[in-house]
Structure formats: C-alpha cells, structure tokens
C-alpha cells in the first residue's frame, strides 16, 4: 500500500514541478506533428523555454502511417540535414529523394526534441490564444478528456515569460 502511494506521489509531483515551470516560456507550440516537433526541438536546443501542447496521447501526428499506411516515408534532399540533426535513419531512393521508416522518425522526432528539452503536454488542447498589447503572449488549454466530456471547467494559462517583466 505504501508503494502504491509513492507511486502516486512521485508522479504528481514531478508533472507539477514540470507544469509549474513552463506556465512562463519562451514559445509555446500547439500540435505534436513533425513540423512541431522539429520547431520545438530545435528551440529547446538554442535554450529557449519551450513546451508544446498535443491534444492526442501519442506525438507524430500522421506520420506513424507513412504513405497510405505503408510505414515508410520519403524526404527530399532538403530536409536531410533535419533527419540527421534527430538521428533519424534514411536510406537514399533516387534523383534527390529518400526513404525513412515512418515509426522510427516519430520516435526520434520526439526522443530528439524531448531530450534536447522540449516539454510535451499530451492529452490537452489549446482551446484559446492570450494577447498583450496586440501580439499573442500566450496559450489557454483544457485536458482533452474534459472537453470531449463537455464540462465546464477553468482552463490552464501560459504565457510568454517576457509578459511578466
């Protein structure tokens, strides 16, 4: 019984301490594709304040299926430089293409962005944006589980950490 509750302890009190640390950041990002995941990896990276807010369980967005659920995906010369930046395995196909696993670049996306310091909130939408002195200054978001519900609760807050002098 104790365990169970030390559980529960170590659990809540680290995803507080996490939460707790980015409601003031350097950029906040909403959805967990590859094009989040990049921007937010390489933000954390220059030592930005980062978190990016993922209203789904799982990060990569629709890549995880590849080409029509076949888990392969093909890159562009141009963009070999970020494959490479998150360790992404590629295989070159012809005339400026490549090929990648569709699975392992979700994973490397996140493993490579996370490890570098991004903050990931899954489970949760950004259902609305905060503004100071005409630019957007911050996010307001909602556990996904409780919007699809329908209840009626107060959102959560971040906001841009220059907001706050």
């Not at 509750?5 to 909403?30: C, G, H, P, Q, Y």
């Not at 490479?84 to 490397?108: E, I, L, M, Q």
């Not at 962005?113 to 944006?129: I, K």
Request: proline share 2%.
């Amino acid at each position: 019984m104790i365990s169970d509750v030390m559980v529960t302890r170590a659990i809540t009190e680290r995803f507080f301490e996490k939460m707790s640390d980015a409601t003031e950041l350097d950029a906040a990002i909403v959805g967990a594709g590859p094009a989040g995941l990049v921007a937010g990896g390489y933000l954390a990276r220059a030592g930005k304040r980062v978190a990016l807010f993922e209203s789904k369980l799982s990060t990569g967005g629709g890549i995880w299926g590849g080409g029509m659920m076949f888990n392969e995906i093909v890159v562009q010369d141009e963009a070999l430089e970020v494959l490479d930046d998150f360790g992404v395995r590629h295989r070159p196909y012809r005339d400026g293409f490549h090929t990648a696993d569709s699975v392992h670049t979700a994973a490397a996306l996140a493993y490579g962005a996370t490890r570098d310091g991004l903050l990931v909130f899954n489970g949760c939408r950004v259902e609305d944006v905060m503004f100071n002195d005409g630019r957007v200054a911050g996010v307001v978001i909602l556990w996904s589980a409780v919007d699809m519900a329908g209840l009626h609760v107060d959102p959560l807050s971040f906001s841009d950490r220059r907001c706050h002098g």
